[in-house]
């Protein structure tokens, strides 16, 4: 499992962990906790094209949500992507662009429960999906990297957040791979090493501190490591 030691130098250098993690399926997924370091690498390397969307809603019902979305947007930006944030809130006078459009598709932070909650009444997730098949490489920061996965139902230890009574708690399943964001707060860390305990049988569980990031593609999983811009909760 990955979380067994998990070490890296700096951006650009990598642990490369055995087995796939994307059911052998041609997709590129990139999961952070705050910071994107390696991100321009990244879409360098798994993007057929810069076109990027930032989908901010898991910051909608959050006070202060702007703040995180501006920050993720700065974060983005600083890997020279130009970021259109894309709204999806209930009767736009406009419908927004479908995400298969967009090469790189940004899910920004804030609440996970809500987020993917949205998702799924908005019918993104099976946009998404289309989107992953035509091409488009996937980018979760914070709350966004953890829909991603099999199942938030580890998340809930460790949040401030909780999902509604009866949400249906599978992930998207784009990767197998369970991020735990912001490792490096003291507040986490025996939470951490819980559902490490509880949930690291099922899934792959990757810690991730706030610097930290993990590609996930057919090839497996990298873990990168650096200092670069800071991006939201």
């Known amino acids: 499992?990955?979380?067994?030691?998990?070490?890296?130098?700096?951006?650009?250098?990598?642990?490369?962990?055995?087995?796939?993690?994307?059911?052998?399926?041609?997709?590129?997924?990139?999961?952070?906790?705050?910071?994107v370091p390696g991100?321009?690498?990244?879409?360098?390397?798994?993007?057929?094209?810069?076109?990027?969307?930032?989908?901010?809603?898991?910051?909608?019902?959050?006070?202060?949500g702007d703040a995180d979305v501006r920050a993720a947007t700065a974060a983005v930006r600083a890997?020279?992507?130009?970021?259109?944030?894309?709204?999806?809130?209930?009767?736009a006078s406009e419908p927004a662009p479908p995400l298969r459009d967009f090469h790189v598709i940004v899910l920004g932070p804030g609440d996970p429960f809500y987020l993917l909650a949205r998702l799924r009444e908005l019918g993104l997730d099976l946009q998404l999906r289309e989107a992953v098949s035509h091409g488009s490489v996937v980018v979760g920061i914070g709350a966004g990297a953890v829909v991603l996965g099999p199942a938030i139902s580890p998340w809930i230890m460790a949040s401030d957040f909780a999902p509604e009574d009866g949400m249906y708690l599978d992930g998207l399943h784009l990767t197998e791979t369970v991020v735990l964001p912001h490792h490096d707060d003291p507040a986490h860390a025996e939470t951490h090493a819980a559902i490490i305990e509880r949930y690291g049988d099922a899934y792959p569980v990757v810690p991730l501190t706030d610097h930290q990031a993990v590609i996930v593609s057919s090839e497996g999983r990298r873990l990168i490591d650096g200092q670069p811009t800071t991006a939201g909760n």
């Open 1 to 35: 499992r990955p979380c067994e030691s998990i070490r890296a130098q700096g951006i650009g250098v990598s642990v490369v962990y055995s087995g796939t993690d994307t059911h052998g399926e041609p997709m590129s997924i990139y999961l952070a906790s705050r910071r």
């Open 39 to 64: 991100l321009r690498t990244f879409v360098d390397e798994y993007a057929i094209g810069r076109r990027t969307c930032l989908v901010p809603i898991a910051a909608e019902p959050i006070e202060n």
């Open 79 to 91: 890997a020279d992507l130009e970021v259109e944030s894309i709204a999806h809130a209930d009767g």
